[in-house]
């Protein structure tokens, strides 16, 4: 089967979405034929932004280019619900690739699903969900590169 009739999963916290995630995302939807950017709900991280509102985040950017959904289990689980084939991560640092290689292994072993890893694109290394906060709140007019 062709890469492009699979149905892959970007999980994130989207707290809130960057350039970098749409950026992810977005190259995931060339790759892949549905892409979910799934709302991973952790309770143990206090989010700065309700799941409703990362949700809206995510819809407004998403239009039809792709699925955008919440879960608070285990990320194997939603695959399984939904028929996912593969999850694609971002990467960002080599501290990323240490730890998404651990969940990598972990989702394989425990949920039979597969992990892409993907780059970030040249010039969204250093964009992350804090300094994007960061700046909004001090209205550092944080926009999406064309």
Known sequence: MSSRGLLAVC???F???TPGHL????????????VI???AVNPAKAGRHPVPRRLAMLREVAGDRFGVDSWDGLLVDYCRKVGADVIVRGIRTRADLAQELAMAEMNLAVGGVRT?????SP????VSSTLVTELGDSD?????PA
């Open 11 to 13: 999980a994130g916290s």
């Open 15 to 17: 707290d809130p979405v």
């Open 23 to 34: 950026d992810v995302i977005t190259r995931a939807t060339a790759l892949f034929g549905e």
């Open 37 to 39: 950017a799934l709302v």
């Open 116 to 120: 892409i890893f993907l780059p970030t």
């Open 123 to 126: 010039g969204l290394g250093h």
């Open 140 to 144: 550092g007019g944080v926009t999406a």
